[in-house]
């Protein structure tokens, strides 16, 4: 069982910055995928990216070059390093939680959520 806080989320203006983070509670932190996923108004919910135990990071394309994920195990937490924000990152910011090695693009693939964080990014 793992149970997920996410933390970091609020307003900034076009171009800045946020680091969102998520803690873990359970055992089986270490032992799983991490990803974040995020939902616009209207939208569905998408994969941002992921890192696995191994510390193998993905990212979905508007992620690459401007977002960082990274996890410190002996913590138990998750972070989102966001740079050069746009108006169209705005939406709610979840992390979740996959157990095991495997990699997961899909909200599906992923077992354990968070209650979401939320971004605004104004223009």
């Known amino acids: 069982q793992v149970q997920l806080v996410e933390s970091g989320g609020g307003l900034v203006q076009a171009g800045g910055s946020l680091r969102l983070s998520c803690t873990a509670s359970?055992?089986?932190?270490?032992?799983?995928?991490m990803g974040w996923f995020r939902q616009a108004p209207g939208k569905e919910r998408e994969f941002v990216a992921l890192v696995t135990w191994a510390d193998y990071t993905y990212y979905a394309e508007f992620a690459k070059g401007r977002f960082t994920v990274s996890r410190d195990n002996a913590k138990n937490t998750l972070n989102l390093q966001m740079s050069s924000l746009k108006p169209e990152d705005t939406g709610v910011y979840y992390c979740?939680?996959?157990?095991?090695?495997?990699?997961?693009?899909?909200?599906?693939?992923?077992?354990?959520w968070g209650q979401g964080t939320q971004v605004t990014v104004s223009s």
């Open positions: 979740a939680a996959r157990p095991g090695s495997g990699l997961g693009y899909n909200d599906y693939d992923y077992a354990y």
């Open positions: 359970g055992r089986t932190f270490t032992r799983s995928t």
